[in-house]
Nanobody
Framework: QVQLVESGGGSVEVGGSLRLLCKVSGDIATINYVAWFRQAPGKEREALAAHYFPVGIRPTYHATSLNGRFTISRDNAENTVYLQMDDLGTEDTAIYYC??????????????????????WGQGTQVTVSS
């Protein structure tokens, strides 16, 4: 079992920044990638970024639609994956989730955006951007 707990959400004005945290615990050795998604009211869950979780270097993925405003990073000592979000706009208002993909499954540029790729999800953290 893997547990993921998001934090760092809140309210911010247009143009502001937030850093979200995803604290990972449980059977950490089974995790391959951790990703961030978001879901706005009435919309589908959207993939934002994914980072290789174990110590080591593998490709990192970011949604091109974000135009470089969001950056994912990892701290193995803290078992935490971060999402730095800059130049926020009202369209970024959503619930933000982190998710874990387990080792042994396929993971690539064509699968990382699919919610079915991930076996575990956090409860989400609300981000509200106001003008």
């Amino acid at each position: 079992q893997v547990q993921l707990v998001e934090s760092g959400g809140g309210s911010v004005e247009v143009g502001g920044s937030l850093r979200l945290l995803c604290k990972v615990s449980g059977d950490i050795a089974t995790i391959n990638y951790v990703a961030w998604f978001r879901q706005a009211p009435g919309k589908e869950r959207e993939a934002l970024a994914a980072h290789y979780f174990p110590v080591g270097i593998r490709p990192t993925y970011h949604a091109t639609s974000l135009n470089g405003r969001f950056t994912i990073s990892r701290d193995n000592a803290e078992n935490t994956v971060y999402l730095q979000m800059d130049d926020l706009g009202t369209e970024d208002t959503a619930i933000y989730y982190c998710a874990a993909q387990l080792s042994g499954g396929a993971f690539s540029g064509s699968t990382w955006k699919d919610t079915r790729t991930y076996a575990y999800w956090g409860q989400g953290t609300q981000v509200t951007v106001s003008s």
